[in-house]
């Protein structure tokens, strides 16, 4: 053996062992974290003009409350636990001014507006009970309140057509439970096994007929399980509660597995003698077996996450955001949601206002609860069902996450904290690019990331994901995605006519979905006109070639001079371009605007021979431009789901054949989509396929498209060193991006104060 092998062999291990070391350590060393700045900018010291849009904060609302509970000379008992005997104040909300003084305020340098409030009050404790609505300021120490209903709804609005108290149901589960049951132990306990407990109701909506109705049926349901929403029981009872005294209620009808019944009493009487046919379900687990939403599958690796390595490039102050080129206000209606004011691009306003409206489902069934049902949310309340949001699930685990506040039938204001998340992504996909290998040989593309505004409401069984979203290319888009629980009845008969079967006893009921939005664009200026581009073949001969013809698309244009022009019922063919024009031109001598592009997969309207059509009136169109006017500042109300028979506000009304042109427009836009409930809607219905909106796009707005303007631009030809990263920054990312993010620890408080 040669003698110098053994130092051959030690040295080559120390050697071995020196390099391992070094990776491990190089490997255990924690790469350094990623920048960070201030995403939420303090508010301390800073006065900015969107305030005037801003919702209103804990202590406003408080002095809200103290001064109506002061002023009005008559008691107010908290909403909570008021009867419907009793004078309270069901909500608080802002009162936002009126677009003149605003724009005096914000462009002419005139005089702040008020600060002003909202408050609708019912009063039942009267001889005439009504429900009033008072304007009440200046802000934060109110002085003032004048009643504006008159003046909003032409007249008082009577008490029928309040929206119903959380307290109502309450009373209305204690009628059901303690009265209406009563009258039928044997079947309850032998059918239902129930024991007080282990049953849940879900109202329908609108109550009854005709105007002054209040009878709402309401669906059984298995309680204490999770997606009660899809275990029906085959039991719904029609309750008469029309009458402020609660002792006064009755049972009108009651419905079980396909008969009807006089009331309990006679269905008692039925199963006692068996004359019923019974079908009994199987009582579900706590957990709700097929409904429960827990995963079936272990944990496994971690889905991907986005971050921001140099820190977050959007910022937020107040109620104010910037992002590149972007400046815009948010707010939160208690009833209508999500809202963006004063939104600008490049300094430029291009819109004044854009907010969800109403969220409408009808729906249908051979059961009487679903086949009477046409949800119109913003009278539950859009905004106030808000929920909080789960950190990288709802919204990337590392965007920013605002609190809201309200004030919705109680005293005190209530907050949900991080119910609106705001975050940069990146969608994955270039926003343009090409790569060029004719002639020259280059590479130019801009990755497409842009700012999302989201909120999330959980209506009863319906979760709807809004969201505002910003582009670079100076694009701007509404969408809402719908998801949560499919509603459902009871499985009998001829139940496969009206959706399909989706578990033993549960029929998932078809039903429609309209969402409608308020745009008020305000394109170069506040005057605008309504222009449609479109398409036509032409057939020509050939100049060259005089025997031959060719077909030839043209551009065809036209003024819609009237509302009635510019209004596009829900299934007709609307111009495939349609934009407001400014009266300034643009570069190339065309007139400068914003197009509105939607999508939507919406069902058929409701007949308009329906009784109860013209509350709904806004979801015949897809689209309507209209005069803006103070006196229409939305396209519904909240008394118009429990009285759409004499609607309180008429959206066909708005649509007059008035003059468009160069006026101050707004466009109502309504999308949608029929949803016919199927097997995957179980455990619950994915966002996937359930996306509709709007898309509101520059259209000779700009001399070449904003975007090239941006920071994230990317170019290199063939001659460049394009792994340089002053060429190229995408080169550059394995420094620039090589740390950790600093993701904050999880938090959730949707369960606290419930």
Same mark, same amino acid.
């Given at each position: 053996?040669?003698?110098?092998?053994?130092?051959?062999? @030690?040295?080559?291990?120390?050697?071995?062992?020196?390099?391992?070391? *070094?990776?491990?350590?190089?490997?255990?060393?924690?790469?350094?974290?990623?920048?960070?700045?201030?995403?939420?900018?303090?508010?301390?010291?800073?006065?900015?003009?969107?305030?005037?849009?801003?919702?209103?904060?804990?202590?406003?609302?408080?002095? %809200?409350?103290?001064?109506?509970?002061?002023?009005?000379?008559?008691?107010?008992?908290?909403?909570?636990?008021?009867?419907?005997?009793?004078?309270?104040?069901?909500?608080?909300?802002?009162?936002?001014?009126?677009?003149?003084?605003?724009?005096?305020?914000?462009?002419?340098?005139?005089?702040?507006?008020?600060?002003?409030?909202?408050?609708?009050?019912?009063?039942?404790?009267?001889?005439?009970?009504? %429900?009033?609505?008072? %304007?009440?300021?200046?802000?934060?120490?109110?002085?003032?309140?004048?009643?504006?209903?008159?003046?909003?709804?032409?007249?008082?609005?009577?008490?029928?057509?309040?929206?119903?108290?959380?307290?109502?149901?309450?009373?209305?589960?204690?009628?059901?439970?303690?009265?209406?049951?009563?009258?039928?132990?044997?079947?309850?306990?032998?059918?239902?096994?129930?024991?007080?407990?282990?049953?849940?109701?879900?109202?329908?909506?609108?109550?009854?007929?005709?105007?002054?109705?209040?009878?709402?049926?309401?669906?059984?349901?298995?309680?204490?399980?999770?997606?009660?929403?899809?275990?029906?029981?085959?039991?719904?009872?029609?309750?008469?509660?029309?009458?402020?005294?609660?002792?006064?209620?009755?049972?009108?009808?009651?419905?079980?597995?396909?008969?009807?019944?006089?009331?309990?009493?006679?269905? #008692?009487?039925?199963?006692?003698?068996?004359?019923?046919?019974?079908?009994?379900?199987?009582?579900?687990?706590?957990?709700?077996?097929?409904?429960?939403?827990?995963?079936?599958?272990?944990?496994?690796?971690?889905?991907?996450?986005?971050?921001?390595?140099?820190?977050?490039?959007?910022?937020?102050?107040?109620?104010?955001?910037?992002?590149?080129?972007?400046?815009?206000?948010?707010?939160?209606?208690?009833?209508?949601?999500?809202?963006?004011?004063?939104?600008?691009?490049?300094?430029?306003?291009?819109?004044?206002?854009?907010?969800?409206?109403?969220?409408?489902?009808?729906?249908?069934?051979?059961?009487?609860?679903?086949?009477?049902?046409?949800?119109?949310?913003?009278?539950?309340?859009?905004?106030?069902?808000?929920?909080?949001?789960?950190?990288?699930?709802? *919204?990337?685990?590392?965007?920013?996450?605002?609190?809201?506040?309200? @004030?919705?039938?109680?005293?005190?204001?209530?907050?949900?904290?991080?119910?609106?998340?705001?975050?940069?992504?990146?969608?994955?996909?270039?926003?343009?690019?090409?790569?060029?290998?004719?002639?020259?040989?280059?590479?130019?593309?801009?990755?497409?990331?842009?700012?999302?505004?989201?909120?999330?409401?959980?209506?009863?069984?319906?979760?709807?994901?809004?969201?505002?979203?910003?582009?670079?290319?100076?694009?701007?888009?509404?969408?809402?995605?719908?998801?949560?629980?499919?509603?459902?009845?009871?499985?009998?008969?001829?139940?496969?006519?009206?959706?399909?079967?989706?578990?033993?006893?549960?029929?998932?009921?078809?039903?429609?979905?309209?969402?409608?939005?308020?745009?008020? @664009?305000?394109?170069?200026?506040?005057?605008?006109?309504?222009?449609? +581009?479109?398409?036509?073949?032409?057939?020509?001969?050939?100049?060259?070639?005089?025997?031959?013809?060719?077909?030839?698309?043209?551009?065809?244009?036209?003024?819609?001079?009237? #509302?009635?022009?510019?209004?596009?019922?829900?299934?007709?063919?609307?111009?495939?371009?349609?934009?407001?024009?400014?009266?300034?031109?643009?570069?190339?001598? +065309?007139?400068?605007?914003?197009?509105?592009?939607?999508?939507?997969?919406?069902?058929?309207?409701?007949?308009?021979?329906?009784?109860?059509?013209?509350?709904?009136?806004?979801?015949?169109?897809?689209?309507?431009?209209?005069?803006?006017?103070? #006196?229409?500042?939305?396209?519904?109300?909240?008394?118009?789901?429990?009285?759409?028979?004499?609607?309180?506000?008429?959206?066909?009304?708005?649509?007059?054949? #008035?003059?468009?042109?160069?006026?101050?427009?707004?466009?109502?836009?309504?999308?949608?989509?029929?949803?016919?409930?199927?097997?995957?809607?179980?455990?619950?219905?994915?966002?996937?396929?359930?996306?509709?909106?709007?898309?509101?796009?520059?259209?000779?707005?700009?001399?070449?498209?904003?975007?090239?303007?941006?920071?994230?631009?990317?170019?290199?030809?063939?001659?460049?060193?394009?792994?340089?990263?002053?060429?190229?920054?995408?080169? *550059? @990312?394995?420094?620039?991006?090589? *740390?950790?993010?600093?993701?904050?620890?999880?938090?959730?408080?949707?369960?606290?104060?419930?």
């Amino acid at each position: 053996m040669n003698p110098k092998l053994p130092y051959v062999l @030690l040295v080559g291990a120390a050697v071995i062992i020196f390099i391992l070391s *070094c990776m491990l350590l190089s490997r255990g060393r924690r790469s350094p974290s990623c920048e960070s700045q201030p995403r939420i900018m303090e508010k301390m010291g800073f006065r900015s003009q969107s305030l005037v849009f801003a919702d209103l904060t804990p202590e406003e609302m408080v002095q %809200v409350v103290r001064y109506l509970q002061g002023n009005l000379g008559v008691q107010l008992v908290d909403a909570s636990r008021a009867k419907p005997s009793d004078n309270c104040i069901a909500s608080v909300d802002v009162q936002v001014p009126a677009k003149a003084e605003v724009l005096r305020f914000l462009d002419g340098g005139g005089a702040r507006p008020p600060r002003e409030a909202l408050a609708v009050l019912y009063f039942g404790n009267q001889p005439d009970p009504n %429900v009033t609505e008072y %304007v009440v300021g200046p802000l934060p120490t109110p002085a003032y309140h004048r009643d504006v209903t008159v003046q909003k709804y032409g007249g008082k609005v009577p008490y029928h057509r309040r929206p119903m108290l959380g307290s109502e149901y309450e009373q209305v589960g204690a009628f059901l439970e303690t009265v209406a049951f009563a009258a039928a132990p044997t079947f309850l306990k032998e059918v239902f096994e129930y024991d007080g407990t282990n049953v849940a109701f879900q109202t329908t909506a609108p109550h009854g007929f005709q105007s002054g109705d209040r009878k709402s049926w309401f669906i059984v349901f298995q309680n204490n399980v999770s997606g009660f929403f899809v275990h029906p029981v085959g039991l719904e009872v029609l309750v008469d509660h029309s009458s402020l005294d609660i002792s006064r209620w009755t049972v009108n009808r009651v419905f079980y597995n396909g008969q009807y019944y006089r009331d309990m009493v006679q269905l #008692e009487s039925a199963y006692v003698q068996g004359r019923i046919s019974v079908e009994k379900v199987r009582k579900a687990p706590r957990d709700g077996d097929f409904s429960s939403m827990k995963p079936r599958a272990p944990s496994a690796a971690l889905f991907p996450l986005q971050y921001e390595p140099q820190g977050p490039r959007y910022s937020i102050r107040n109620n104010h955001v910037l992002f590149q080129a972007w400046s815009f206000a948010f707010g939160m209606s208690v009833n209508t949601g999500l809202r963006l004011f004063d939104i600008r691009h490049k300094g430029e306003r291009v819109a004044y206002e854009i907010g969800i409206q109403e969220a409408l489902s009808v729906y249908g069934s051979n059961c009487p609860g679903g086949m009477s049902t046409r949800y119109m949310d913003g009278s539950f309340g859009i905004g106030r069902y808000t929920s909080p949001l789960v950190r990288g699930v709802d *919204c990337p685990y590392s965007a920013t996450y605002v609190d809201t506040h309200s @004030l919705f039938e109680t005293l005190s204001p209530s907050k949900r904290k991080a119910s609106l998340c705001i975050f940069e992504q990146n969608l994955g996909s270039p926003l343009r690019r090409h790569y060029s290998n004719l002639q020259s040989l280059y590479y130019g593309g801009l990755v497409n990331s842009a700012l999302v505004v989201r909120s999330i409401a959980t209506v009863g069984n319906h979760d709807y994901v809004w969201d505002f979203i910003f582009y670079q290319n100076g694009a701007i888009e509404g969408k809402v995605q719908a998801t949560g629980y499919t509603s459902s009845s009871f499985l009998h008969g001829d139940g496969l006519r009206y959706g399909n079967r989706v578990w033993e006893h549960t029929l998932g009921t078809i039903r429609t979905h309209s969402i409608n939005y308020k745009v008020d @664009l305000d394109v170069g200026g506040v005057k605008n006109s309504l222009v449609a +581009h479109d398409m036509a073949f032409e057939m020509v001969r050939a100049p060259w070639s005089p025997e031959q013809q060719i077909e030839r698309p043209r551009l065809t244009k036209k003024v819609l001079d009237t #509302e009635d022009q510019a209004a596009f019922r829900l299934q007709s063919k609307m111009p495939r371009y349609i934009y407001f024009a400014a009266n300034s031109k643009n570069k190339w001598g +065309h007139q400068r605007g914003y197009r509105i592009q939607i999508t939507s997969f919406a069902g058929d309207h409701v007949p308009e021979a329906s009784s109860m059509e013209r509350a709904i009136s806004w979801a015949r169109y897809q689209l309507a431009v209209t005069r803006r006017k103070e #006196e229409e500042p939305t396209s519904t109300s909240i008394y118009n789901q429990n009285d759409p028979w004499t609607p309180t506000v008429t959206f066909a009304n708005f649509i007059n054949n #008035e003059t468009i042109t160069n006026e101050d427009l707004v466009a109502w836009i309504t999308t949608g989509f029929l949803h016919i409930p199927h097997s995957e809607d179980i455990p619950n219905t994915v966002t996937v396929g359930n996306s509709v909106g709007f898309l509101l796009r520059p259209y000779n707005y700009y001399d070449l498209d904003p975007s090239i303007y941006s920071h994230d631009g990317v170019f290199f030809t063939s001659e460049q060193d394009f792994t340089a990263c002053e060429i190229n920054p995408i080169a *550059c @990312l394995p420094k620039t991006a090589s *740390c950790l993010p600093n993701f904050p620890p999880f938090t959730y408080d949707g369960f606290q104060n419930m």
